[in-house]
Nanobody, 115 residues
């Protein structure tokens, strides 16, 4: 069984940067795909970025060039480097993993971008 725990959220001014981390416990070798989702109040979770096991990264258009998704090869930790943050990037960011066909979610970490 895989468990995910996010960290790294916080408050930052527009133009600033944050690095989110998603620690993986359990059989992280069973994970096929890992992703970051974002949710704002009143809306559902939306995909921000994903990374497949072969290392193929995909980004939603409004974060391309600003966000970078990566994964630590030694322990499976997933990262999201967020640069040039905008107020619209505010939300709860969730880590997601597809592990042996099971969907696994973390508890979320809050990112607030405000002056």
């Amino acid at each position: 069984q895989v468990l995910l725990v996010e960290s790294g959220g916080g408050s930052v001014q527009p133009g600033g940067s944050l690095r989110l981390a998603c620690a993986v416990s359990g059989d992280w070798g069973s994970i096929d795909t890992m992703s970051w989702y974002r949710q704002v109040p009143g809306n559902g979770r939306e995909l921000v970025a994903s990374l497949t096991t072969p290392g193929i990264a995909n980004y939603v258009h409004f974060v391309k060039g600003r966000f970078t998704i990566s994964r630590e090869s030694t322990n499976g930790t997933l990262y999201l480097q967020m640069n040039s943050l905008k107020p619209d990037d505010t939300g709860v960011y969730y880590c997601y993993a597809l592990s042996s066909g099971r969907k696994v979610w973390g508890q979320g970490t809050l990112v607030t971008v405000s002056s």
